[in-house]
């Protein structure tokens, strides 16, 4: 497999839904969520609820992804910034640690300028946040390797699954 | 790539519909969406034509209930069929976690069907991706037209390592959850090895 698979422990998931609630209060955004390149939600923060945030993380990592392909197509590596103005919300995306997606959604009562300036704070302290899940998980794996331990899934049945499709 | 979220207890996989132009792919997703409880579904988004061909992808997520406790989310994806659409098939199948291919019964499309498996094989192996072992399930689309080719003689053509294949008339729906279960239920089980 290309990368390895995402996995997400309680104790960063909150430092990371801290970290976006701060990033929206300095931006004065009304949304920021993160995604991962794969279009799976990681946090959403804000006044979410008129908004298909689903839809959003699939729709914001296939822009990424076309994008990407439109960079290396000219010889770039990647378009780290993407902005899209409209009439009143403007929608600002970033790439952070090269695997995960920043969304911040803001109107008139933010600016470009300022949401720019925040979110490069808040980059270098989401990326700290991915360096430890990745040794918490590169640890993880070797006491599991020392104590032959199973996974959650590891038990999973046939009668699991049927049960999924039952209704 | 799954991503399993600890904290919110919940499993999240990406199930590609991968198939020639035209053999049923979003036909597939919007049967299910049709029949899937509105609390189970989130939107059906479409990129589509205005001719409704698929331009970049069709987006479906399901929630599927629970796993040794954890909430199973599927996200479903279709890739544009037609074959000068390569560069937006390949960015979907990043992070793949199973793959459905889709294939047209009728005689007049058995090449663009081997054509497209060739293709998939090829833009899976680009994202370091091997089809002998990534969850893979055959689809035979359009079984009630006249002109469908028996399902012998498909098999025999593109079967890649006796996955599960299923016969299909995804219009009218038969065939279509068989489908998506086999496939969830391989993807699953692919959890174990992990």
């Known amino acids: ?167 | 790539m799954t991503f399993i979220n600890y904290a919110a207890r919940e499993i999240n996989c990406k199930i590609v519909y991968y198939g020639p132009g035209l053999c049923g792919k979003t036909t597939n997703l919007q049967y299910i969406y049709d029949r899937t409880n509105p609390s189970a579904k989130g939107k059906l988004i479409s990129l589509a034509t205005e001719t409704d061909r698929t331009l970049f992808f069709d987006f479906l997520p399901l929630d599927l209930g629970t796993v040794k406790g954890f909430k199973t989310r599927f996200h479903l994806y279709t890739v544009p069929g037609q074959v000068f659409y390569d560069a937006s098939r390949k960015l979907i199948l990043k992070g793949v976690d199973g793959v459905v291919f889709v294939a047209d019964s009728q005689e007049a499309r058995m090449e663009a069907n081997a054509e497209s498996i060739r293709n998939l094989d090829k833009n899976l192996k680009e994202q370091g991706y091997e089809i002998s072992t990534i969850p893979y399930v055959l689809q035979f689309n359009k079984r009630d037209l006249p002109t469908a080719v028996p399902t012998d003689a498909m098999y025999r053509q593109l079967n890649i390592k006796g996955e599960p294949t299923f016969e299909a008339t995804a219009t009218t729906g038969m065939g279509v959850f068989d489908t998506l279960k086999a496939v969830a239920r391989l993807v699953l089980m692919d959890l174990k090895k992990k």
């Open chain 1, 1 to 167: 497999m290309t990368s390895p698979d995402l996995v997400l422990y309680d104790e960063e998931f909150q430092k990371i839904r801290e970290a976006l609630q701060r990033l929206r209060q300095d931006a004065n955004a009304n949304v920021v969520f993160l995604v991962d390149k794969n279009g799976q939600q990681i946090a959403a923060i804000g006044d979410l609820q008129t908004l298909d945030t689903t839809s959003l993380a699939s729709l914001t990592a296939g822009n990424v992804a076309a994008t990407d392909g439109l960079a290396r197509l000219i010889g770039e590596k990647e378009f780290s910034i993407l902005f899209h103005e409209g009439e009143k919300d403007n929608i600002h995306i970033s790439i952070v640690a090269q695997r995960v997606i920043l969304v911040v959604i803001f109107d008139e009562r933010s600016s470009l300028g300022l949401v720019r300036l925040r979110v490069r704070r808040a980059t270098a302290e989401i990326e700290k946040i991915f360096e430890d899940i990745a040794s918490k998980v590169e640890k993880e794996k070797q006491t599991i390797r020392a104590a032959d331990y199973e996974s959650p899934f590891a038990e999973i049945t046939d009668e699991d699954i049927d049960r999924l499709f039952s209704e």
